[in-house]
């Protein structure tokens, strides 16, 4: 163990054990975790040669190769609990990209959630043994976010009972689902369906691409491999041209929009059943924001810990670069967001849940909230990861560069999220939607509930382009109680902005659409508002379930930290709206500093928590034991072009060159 790490443990003012425990709901849930982590690092099947160090085709093989085996041994292990093979597969993939990854989160979950169950007692058993190997085909050439525009066509036939799907343009063939290119036999085919000369919009369809003994495309089938990516280079994200491609009626997913043999169509309760899926993978995405950040700022702290660099006082050793303010100031915000969005993933997955069986029994009057709230924090999210990570990175100095620290393939991994399942920007402004009219509501007298209910709470001004009153609030800047209270009467002031905002432009004769571009800045500001809102709100909530009074004075440092780092970064929407004097923006800023030297202590012990084991973090900087620069020189010898002292291309060019010259 290196001394410096030793040291930090040592030092810490609470049992590591007991935080971790908190982060996985209970010891027995630790026990459990722990116990499936190791069947996968102790496999021999799952160990291999470092895939930097192998071809993309190499790589894409050895993906498909475990993902096979890993299939196999959930059956052997009996691992059937859906949390529980969702761990399995976490830690597996910390060695590769999954080459079936879609067929689990995506094709699985489509059928459960939109076949009927005539047409689940069909597909299920074939997808859960692996016959039908399937994807999801939404995202187009020419389109991806705004999915009402795609244009790839499902048209019925009432003379054969078929639909007929079709790629129109060039814009329409299918392209970037995982597994489409060369793993998947089967897609859902999201389409515009066509009956009695009449478009209904998009439906679900499940088309069958690949022969299933054969493996050969089925005709009027164009599948392949798009080709090499910024990441994922063991993913064969594909495109799908349709050229005439029939199926039978019943192919098409039914269990709320139905066309009957004679093509009459019923529609479904509720339009945003279609996205059922997005919904549960943007719901994901909230809880692989928070582990993306936490192994970054595992890896970033750790090395802060271990890299001696310069002078804080001359002629004294070097100090640990963890002890430069800039340094925890880099690296503090971002672990307490890691602890933030870990907590806020814990309560989207149960939101999720709870909301899809109140569904399943017929309601659905709180699927709009769960869409505006998934899209929001998605995007809210993804955007605070995918730039701590580069932070994590750059904390790291010269050797954050290196792919032995592991940050990089975070990065260009967990990146894609800002993309895909909804463009973030646009995401914000379909959470806005859902804000200005909930804000509506609340004007007219209506109750409204949920985490909008803060909209009913505080008083409103008609929709009219007049001057904001409302009473300065000056809040506790070390109270959490009241930072809650000023993130939400800062949401309430940019909802209640943006609403105006849009009432202006439409005052001016817009129309909707331009008057909703014309306010879009303010609208994603209100989401983002929103958002921020609910992650302080939910963090703190969370405080109350700690009984380990050194844990919760840990974690209570934590969550300080992140609602004020929040409002230095806000401090003029906190002004603006009077929950701010301009002599507590000062004392924020010195607040800031003293939680950093408070912080300081336990850095070391709040990313051990977080209990990533060396192989599921791959970095040789982010090491448990701090053996940073022995390891590093191991691996550096790993590489191909080490394997013989004088490299081909010597005798190649420049023997004859010095030759020549």
């Not at 902005?497 to 008057?515: D, I, M, N, P, T």
Request: hydrophobic share 35%.
């Amino acid at each position: 163990m290196n001394p410096d790490l030793r040291k930090e443990r040592d030092n810490a003012s609470f049992k590591t054990e007991v935080l971790t425990h908190i982060l996985d709901g209970g010891p027995t849930k630790t026990h459990r975790r722990r116990e499936i982590e190791s069947l996968v690092i102790n496999d021999p099947d799952f160990h291999h040669e470092d895939l930097n160090f192998l071809s993309r085709s190499e790589r894409y093989d050895a993906a498909v190769k475990k993902s096979a085996l890993m299939i196999v041994k959930l059956r052997e292990y009996g691992i059937s609990d859906p949390e529980e093979i969702y761990c399995y597969k976490s830690i597996a993939k910390s060695h590769f990209n999954e080459a079936l990854g879609l067929h689990y989160v995506m094709f699985l979950p489509t059928l459960r959630n939109l076949a009927t169950p005539a047409q689940q007692e069909k597909w299920l058993p074939l997808s859960l043994s692996f016959r039908v190997l399937g994807t999801y085909a939404q995202t187009e050439m020419g389109h991806g976010t705004h999915i009402r525009a795609l244009e790839t066509t499902a048209t019925y036939d009432p003379s054969t009972q078929e639909f007929v799907l079709n790629s129109p343009t060039i814009s329409s063939i299918k392209w970037w689902p995982g597994g489409l290119g060369k793993t998947s036999n089967h897609a859902v085919v999201l389409a515009q369906l066509y009956t009695q000369g009449h478009c209904h919009g998009l439906h679900a369809f499940i088309v069958p691409i690949r022969s299933m003994s054969t493996h050969e495309p089925l005709p009027g089938v164009v599948v392949g491999d798009i080709g090499p990516k910024f990441g994922f280079d063991e993913v064969d994200n594909g495109f799908l041209k349709l050229e005439n491609v029939r199926i039978p009626r019943d192919y098409m997913l039914m269990k709320y929009s139905k066309v009957e043999p004679d093509g009459t169509y019923l529609k479904p309760p509720s339009d945003k059943l279609t996205y059922g899926t997005m919904v549960f993978i943007r719901s994901l995405i909230v809880g692989e924001s928070a582990r993306a950040l936490a192994k970054s700022c595992t890896i970033a702290i750790r090395y802060s810990a271990v890299r001696h660099q310069s002078e804080l006082r001359p002629g004294e050793p070097e100090p640990q670069i963890l002890d430069y303010q800039t340094q925890q100031y880099k690296l503090f915000p971002l672990l307490a967001t890691a602890y933030a969005f870990h907590f806020v993933g814990q309560y989207m997955s149960q939101t999720y849940h709870r909301i899809t069986g109140d569904i399943n029994q017929g309601d659905f009057s709180q699927l709009p909230e769960l869409h505006a709230l998934s899209a929001g924090l998605k995007a809210f999210t993804t955007w605070a990861a995918s730039s701590g990570i580069e932070v994590c990175r750059m904390a790291c100095g010269g050797h954050g560069y290196s792919r032995c620290s592991s940050l990089p393939d975070i990065y260009v991994t967990f990146t894609p999220t800002c993309t895909y399942e909804g463009e973030n920007t646009v995401m914000m402004l379909q959470t806005a939607r859902y804000l200005v009219k909930s804000y509506t509501q609340a004007c007219e007298g209506q109750q409204v509930g949920g985490m909008v209910s803060y909209l009913s709470e505080t008083p409103h001004h008609r929709l009219q382009p007049q001057p904001l009153s409302s009473r300065p609030t000056v809040v506790d800047i070390s109270d959490l109680a009241s930072l809650v209270e000023a993130y939400k009467l800062r949401a309430a002031k940019l909802v209640e902005l943006a609403a105006r905002s849009v009432q202006g432009e439409l005052q001016r004769r817009k129309s909707k659409e331009e008057a909703w571009n014309s306010a879009s800045i303010d609208l994603v500001r209100a989401s983002d508002a929103h958002c921020h809102y609910v992650v302080v709100k939910l963090f703190c909530a969370k405080l109350g379930e700690v009984g380990d009074t050194a844990v919760h004075s840990a974690l209570s440092s934590l969550a300080l930290l992140y609602a004020l780092h929040g409002i230095a970064q806000h401090s003029g929407d906190f002004l603006q709206a009077g929950l701010l004097s301009g002599p507590q923006v000062t004392q924020v800023s010195q607040r800031l500093k003293e939680l950093l030297a408070q912080l300081r202590p336990n850095a070391v012990a709040l990313v051990d928590a977080f209990d990533y084991r060396d192989e599921m973090l791959n970095s040789v900087l982010g090491r448990y034991d701090g053996n940073v620069y022995e390891n590093m020189f191991d691996w550096a010898k790993k590489s191909p072009l080490n394997r013989t002292q004088v490299h081909e291309s010597y005798h190649k060019y420049l023997k004859p060159l010095q030759a020549k010259l």
